[in-house]
């Protein structure tokens, strides 16, 4: 199959791989219909995630068609269209039963918080992700979920992971009617987190970054205020400024570990890897926010220790909620939203190539060219 294939920091290319295989009884194998690269991804393809394998498929964002199936999968035929969460979890485990399908207690045994994740680097269970024309999917029987025949693919491929956390992230923001909600960072799923606020009940959405398009599309897309960071002095001064001087009710971490920061926090965090990342966006939240708001992180940082400023947090009494968003869980409700037409996900889609192209898929997301704020995938012999 021709697969997406990292070959080191700032290289990837598109060459043939082998085919996956039914490995257990409940393996199903998907050919991919459409696959998309995430802002996470580029933690990876910046060499900013440990173990990240040289040869290693990545892509945590697909949905496809089941074409082979192992022996005891039950819930799935083949020809099935099918969404797969990012999460690659056993449905039976503590957390699981829980619905924490992030923290999976199974499928990652080389760690003790996240579980497996579809082509995120062995830290992350080292499965095969989704840039690729197949893909083999454990645990058949729960992580799948059929696509409603209505639904288009580029509406379902935003399920896999975007939209869900953007959504989780809104949640764990406990927002309540009226709240003024900040969402630091602009990309799919900051947008996502913006628009998710106002179903909640948000009384005002306020959403920071410094590329001018993607403000401009999220003004548009999730009818909210910008700020633009790069002509604020003072993030929290300003935040307070602009909320009668208590803080915004919610403030929501959408960056994670490649922020840009002062040059310390960038030679400590991103180029010396010293801390987990550049933790600006995490700093800008908890300063930012009321005393005894609440603070969510979903954007993604390393394992490593981080300068956080946690003395803040205590002495103005927040709440900080975080985690891998738990995709199955979330599923229902998201559709609901997209089938009574309060949202269209698809929208967020910038760019649709094919996967012979990754490798300038990457760099165009990575650089910000082309005012690039999704890519689809699109791999050989499927219709865009």
């Not at 039914?22 to 995630?49: M, Q, T, W």
């Not at 199974?106 to 680097?121: E, K, R, W």
């Not at 208590?246 to 965090?269: K, N, P, R, Y």
């Not at 890897?273 to 603070?295: D, E, F, P, Y």
Request: glycine share 10%; aromatic share 8%; proline share 5%.
């Amino acid at each position: 199959m021709l697969a997406m294939n990292y070959r080191g920091p700032y290289r990837v290319r598109a060459e043939t791989m082998p085919d996956p295989v039914i490995e257990h009884p409940n393996d199903a194998i998907v050919k991919v219909l459409r696959s998309c690269i995430c802002g996470s991804d580029l933690h990876l393809y910046h060499g900013l995630v440990p173990d990240t394998r040289v040869g290693t498929t990545f892509g945590h964002e697909f949905v496809g068609e089941v074409i082979e199936v192992g022996s005891t999968v039950q819930n799935l035929k083949l020809g099935d269209r099918v969404i797969v969460p990012f999460n690659v979890f056993c449905g039976t485990c503590y957390f699981c039963q829980r619905e924490l399908y992030g923290n999976c207690h199974n499928t990652n045994p080389q760690a003790t918080a996240v579980g497996g994740i579809y082509g995120y680097s062995h830290t992350a269970g080292g499965y095969a992700g989704g840039q690729a024309q197949f893909v083999r999917v454990p645990f058949a029987d729960v992580g799948p979920t059929k696509i409603p025949d209505e639904l288009l693919l580029e509406d379902a491929v935003m399920l896999t992971d975007a939209f869900p956390t953007g959504y989780q992230a809104a949640e764990m923001g406990d927002i309540r009617e009226g709240d003024t909600v900040v969402v630091f960072g602009a990309g799919p799923v900051g947008i996502f987190a913006a628009k998710s606020a106002w179903l909640m009940g948000a009384g005002r959405v306020i959403v920071v970054d410094h590329v001018e398009y993607r403000l401009e599309f999220v003004r548009g897309f999730a009818q909210c205020e910008t700020v633009d960071f790069k002509s604020v002095k003072d993030m929290a001064l300003h935040i307070k400024k602009m909320t009668d001087w208590l803080g915004a009710d919610v403030c929501i971490d959408c960056v994670g570990c490649e922020a840009a920061g002062s040059a310390l926090q960038h030679l400590t965090g991103v180029k010396l890897k010293l801390q987990g990342g550049s933790a600006t966006a995490l700093h800008w939240a908890i300063n930012s926010v009321r005393k005894g708001g609440n603070v969510s992180i979903v954007g993604v940082y390393g394992p490593t220790f981080n300068a956080v400023p946690i003395g803040n947090a205590v002495n103005k009494g927040l709440t900080l909620r975080m985690n891998q968003a738990s995709v199955k869980r979330h599923l229902p409700r998201l559709i609901e939203h997209i089938q009574a037409g309060r949202i269209e996900p698809h929208r967020v889609i910038s760019h649709v190539m094919p996967l012979e192209e990754v490798a300038d898929a990457y760099h165009l997301f990575s650089s910000k060219l082309d005012g690039c704020i999704k890519t689809v995938l699109i791999p050989p012999g499927v219709t865009a």
